[in-house]
């Protein structure tokens, strides 16, 4: 959504394309770094008394294995935010949320609890920032003691134009290893495609004329309502039927 709203609020150009990773981190809620938690919510000006208590609500905190009977020894919890807690949510987003201040201006982050997503538009063949962005992304991790699964980060192009041989930025790179490349990905239970931006413009364009000849004919209010839920309908059904087929 935060994508689309972007990409309307700049213009729709046909040769524009859209350069996404969706990013992976290796145990996200368990390696988060304590110290470094509570100097954001220092950095956000959170008053005293409620700092005190995060940090209460962090510290001191032990964790034991528990097999049929058997019961391990405890072990102090070093790291991380409390599984199923209730502020743990909002304590890793609060930590994520300094990722902006990292990122060049021009690369958009969009960021769900743990998934991220860094997305920059591209006009034609001109190159982008993505890879500086990525890295940028692995040393706040370090700061963080936050690691970036090289296996399970992807990029993908997403493209309005459906010429051949587009040429399209090169994989980015993570640790020397250059991460995979799909044309199809699951983020959230939305699938996006490669070829999303294609469609999107395609179905603008069907809809802009056809409101636009609505607007512009002296029909009854009824006869528009027809119309359009004839003609309307029928290209949101088209396109939601083939995305459906691509899935």
Known sequence: MKLTLYLSSRGISPKMD???????????????EHCRLLHSLADLHVRRPLWLIVRSYLSNREQRVKWGSCVSNSFPVSAGVPQGGLLSPLLFVICINSLDS????????????????????????????TQKALDSVVEWGQEFTL????????????????????????????????????????????????????????????????????????LGVCVCLTHFRVLCRNILSCQTLNKTKLN
């Open 18 to 32: 859209i350069h996404a990773v969706f990013v992976d981190f290796t145990r996200a809620f368990d390696t988060i």
């Open 102 to 129: 990292y990122l060049p201006p021009s690369v958009i982050p969009v960021k769900y609890a743990d998934d991220l997503t860094i997305t920059e538009f591209l006009m034609g063949s001109l190159p982008g920032l």
């Open 147 to 218: 690691a970036m699964n090289g296996v399970k980060t992807v990029d993908m192009v997403i493209s309005a134009r459906r010429e051949d041989n587009i040429p399209s930025p090169p994989s980015p790179v993570i640790s020397g290893h250059a991460i995979s490349r799909v044309s199809t990905f699951k983020l959230l239970g939305v699938y996006i495609l490669a070829n999303f931006l294609f469609l999107f413009i395609m179905l603008v364009y069907q809809l802009s004329f056809i409101c636009f000849i609505l607007s512009n004919d002296c």
